[in-house]
C-alpha cells in the first residue's frame, strides 16, 4: 500500500513533457521516377480531426532532408516544440523533403524537382496529413532559400508566406565559389552555363509579382560576414518589396553563412508566418 501511494505521488508530480515527434518516411514521387525521402515534424498530441498549418522546410546545397532535423544542425523540433508550448503560435505540422545536393528545386534537363514539390509531395503529404490546405508557408536555407522564393513567385496562391535564410538569390551571376556554378543544372558540357542560370533564376518572375495585387509575406535573413555576398543581394530583394508596398522583413544578423544563423534565426521565421497577416 505504501509503495502504491508513492508511485502514484511520483506520477502526479512529474511534469508533463511536451515534445513533438519527427518521422522519417519516404514516397513514389512520379516526377523524380523514384523513391522520395522526406522528414515530417508532427506536434505534440498530433490529432487526425484537427486540421494544421503546414511549413516546407527546405535544405541547402549538398544537404538533405535530414539537415533541419539534425540535432547538430537545424534541431527544428526543439524550436517548434519551444513555440508551440508557449503559444507563440499555434500547433503545426513541417515537412523537411530530400531536395537532392543539386537540385535548386527547380525542373532541368537533370531533376524535376520543381514538379515533384509540387505536383508529387504537396498533394501526398495533403492525402496523408490532416492539414490545412489553406495555410501552406515555405522556408529554406542557401540553395533553398532560392527555392523557397522561386516557389512563391511561381506559385502565389500555393503559399501564404516565405522565409528566406541566406538564401543563394544572385543576380545576375552567381560568386565563382558558389555551389550552382559546380552542379549539372546549371552546365552545359560540363562548364556553367550563364543563360541557364538565366533561365531559372528569380528576376523572371519578381516583377509580375511586385506589380500585382497579391501579397506573400517574406522574411529574409543573412549573416553579415556572408562569403557569398548574400546581405547584399538580400537587401537588393528587400528593397524591391518595399518599394512596391509588399509585406517583407529583412535582418542582417551576425554570422556566416552557416547554421549559427539558420538556426538562430528559424524561430523569427515561423513567429513571422503566424503574427505578421497580410493587409486586406
Known amino acids: 500500500m505504501k509503495f502504491f501511494i508513492q508511485l502514484s505521488l511520483f506520477f502526479l508530480i512529474v511534469p508533463y513533457v511536451f515534445t513533438g515527434v519527427i518521422n522519417h518516411e519516404s514516397f513514389y514521387a ?123 513567385l511561381l506559385y502565389p496562391d500555393y503559399f501564404k508566406g516565405a522565409g528566406l535564410l541566406s538564401p543563394a538569390i544572385y543576380d545576375p551571376l552567381p560568386p565563382e565559389s558558389s555551389s550552382a556554378r559546380t552542379t549539372p543544372v546549371f552546365q552545359n558540357r560540363g562548364k556553367f552555363d550563364n543563360s541557364l542560370w538565366e533561365k531559372y533564376n528569380y528576376t523572371n518572375y519578381l516583377d509580375e509579382y511586385l506589380y500585382s495585387n497579391k501579397q506573400i509575406p517574406m522574411y529574409i535573413v543573412s549573416g553579415d560576414d556572408d562569403v557569398y555576398n548574400v546581405e547584399y543581394y538580400s537587401t537588393i530583394l528587400y528593397e524591391k518589396l518595399k518599394e512596391n508596398k509588399k509585406l517583407s522583413e529583412l535582418r542582417i544578423v551576425n554570422g556566416g553563412h552557416s547554421w549559427d544563423v539558420w538556426k538562430d534565426n528559424i524561430d523569427e521565421v515561423l513567429l513571422y508566418f503566424f503574427n505578421k497577416k497580410p493587409q486586406p
Open 30 to 152: 512520379v516526377h523524380l521516377q523514384q523513391n522520395m525521402k522526406y522528414n515530417v515534424y508532427l506536434p505534440d498530441n498530433y490529432k487526425k480531426n484537427v486540421k494544421y498549418p503546414v511549413v516546407y522546410l527546405l535544405h541547402g546545397a549538398s544537404g538533405n532532408e535530414n539537415d533541419w532535423a539534425s540535432v547538430n544542425y537545424g534541431n527544428i523540433d526543439e524550436t517548434a516544440d519551444k513555440l508551440i508550448k508557449n503559444k507563440s503560435i499555434p500547433a503545426i505540422i513541417i515537412v523537411m523533403p530530400d531536395g537532392f545536393t543539386d537540385s535548386w528545386y527547380v525542373d532541368s534537363l537533370v531533376y524535376q524537382m520543381e514538379s515533384a514539390i509540387i505536383d508529387d509531395l504537396i498533394p501526398y503529404i495533403e492525402s496523408k496529413y490532416s492539414i490545412d490546405k489553406n495555410v501552406r508557408y515555405i522556408a529554406g536555407l542557401s540553395m533553398g532559400g532560392y527555392g523557397a522564393l522561386r516557389f512563391v
